[in-house]
């Protein structure tokens, strides 16, 4: 009996995702515990594996937006039969039709802007190099059917062509070519759409590359731009001595455990943000949200883009438990098998830098939070001591903070704090 492949729901919150890549193709043989594609929430990647042994039916392609417990494929026996739409013969999928990635508009019972079609009909479609933009659907919630492709003026158009244009939302009869459409074809027809109004003359246009956006970059897109819209941000920068945080981090990794600037400084903050709550607080409407907890979130570069896992309680916690989680926390972010618990319900935001050489910046609050922390390159300064000029380890903090909250002295006395906890680092014993 075939077992249908669906999409996972990987977090409390998700209700699509992407199918960013196949590992096999269709009719390919499959083994239980392969790893058969990967799908792309605005926060993660995940491998999704094959529960049997069998010949993989693949329902919907590469750059699908799937809607959660959506079928998307189906393993069967070899030989066994399977219907066009990738489910088991005889057995219904769910009524739900995902949306294609970069679709363009059209009409249908999926409202405004969306075309809803039967996979067959946007297969052929794709081969016959029909627009299914300009159809109105006689199918089941008037979605368009096989039918209803034969009101459609034929375009000459290779099947890669259509496919290109379906995904760059170019319609095929814009294309001025007498004979046959390929894939280049389509591709000029979008940049000359696209390009002259940003890039000017034709010898520009040649020199551009586009290339989609991913769910995660999109997420961080949207956040960002309304993190910067909604909160009036104030900017602070300080440098701190340290000269004791150094000898700390020495003496902690003498016993063999492999402590971290941002390690101890996680629980350097967690403690100026105890006294300092309005910096570790949110703002829900008209009221002033306080947490009697510091949930420290620490941002993880990723090569798609930036995540922060979050690590709970850290004012109950030590440095060396702190170290081992964040270490954990890291790598299966690295892994894209983070789960929503993991990277949600952050308090403060640390925004470490310094590995790079950069000296100062102007990190962007993660919403909720009123408050982020960037943290510098440690950089060899002169500095006068005891009236006499040396070398001394300096780091400059870069705090960005919600003025609605955070009013300037109250951001100056945190920092002020911030560093007295840095150059005196026992004060975290008190």
Not at 118 to 129: S, V
Not at 187 to 210: D, I, M, T, W
Not at 228 to 252: F, I
Request: with cysteine; hydrophobic share 45%; aromatic share 4%.
């Amino acid at each position: 009996m075939a077992v249908n492949v669906l999409m996972p729901k990987l977090g409390l919150t998700m209700e699509t995702g992407v199918i960013a890549h196949w590992k096999f193709k269709h009719g390919d043989a499959v083994k239980a515990g392969d790893i058969l594609y990967q799908v792309e929430t605005d926060k993660l990647t995940n491998d999704i594996t094959a529960e049997i042994d069998g010949v993989l039916h693949i329902k919907f392609p590469e750059g699908s937006v799937v809607p959660v417990a959506q079928v998307v494929g189906a393993i069967a026996a070899p030989g066994e039969a399977v219907s066009f739409d990738g489910a088991p013969a005889g057995e219904k999928t769910p009524p739900a039709a995902p949306v294609a990635a970069n679709q363009p508009a059209g009409r249908g019972a999926g409202g405004a802007g969306k075309v809803r079609a039967t996979p067959k009909a946007k297969k052929l479609a794709a081969e016959r190099g029909i627009d299914l933009s300009g159809l109105t659907g006689t199918g089941p919630d008037g979605m368009i059917a096989v039918k209803d492709l034969d009101k459609a003026p034929r375009i000459k158009t290779t099947p890669l062509a259509a496919k290109v244009a379906d995904g760059l939302g170019v319609d095929l009869a814009s294309v001025s070519k007498d004979g046959r459409i390929f894939k280049a074809d389509v591709l000029a027809a979008h940049e000359s759409a696209q390009v002259p109004a940003l890039h000017g003359p034709a010898e520009v246009q040649a020199k551009v590359r586009r290339m989609p956006m991913s769910a995660m970059r999109q997420a961080i897109a949207r956040n960002m731009s309304a993190s910067w819209a909604v909160s009036p941000m104030v900017h602070y920068d300080l440098r701190a001595d340290v000269t004791a945080l150094g000898e700390l981090k020495k003496n902690l990794c003498l016993g063999g455990k492999k402590i971290s600037y941002t390690d101890i400084l996680i629980k350097a903050v967690s403690h100026a943000l105890k006294e300092h709550p309005l910096v570790n607080a949110g703002i829900d409407g008209n009221e002033i949200v306080l947490h009697d907890y510091v949930n420290m979130g620490v941002a993880v570069a990723l090569p798609a883009g930036l995540i922060v896992p979050v690590i709970k309680g850290v004012e109950g916690k030590g440095i060396g438990e702190v170290s081992d989680e964040l270490r954990e926390l890291a790598e299966k972010a690295l892994q894209g098998k983070l789960v929503t618990e993991e990277f949600s319900g952050g308090t403060f935001t640390i925004s470490n830098l310094g590995m790079f050489g950069i000296e100062s910046f102007t990190p962007i609050i993660n919403q909720p939070e009123s408050a982020i922390l960037g943290v510098n390159a440690i950089v060899k300064t002169a500095v006068e001591a005891e009236g006499q000029i040396v070398m001394r380890p300096l780091m400059n903090l870069s705090l960005t903070a919600d003025h609605r909250l955070v009013d300037g002295a109250e951001g100056a006395r945190f920092m002020a704090r911030l560093r007295e906890i840095i150059e005196n680092p026992w004060y975290m014993l008190m």
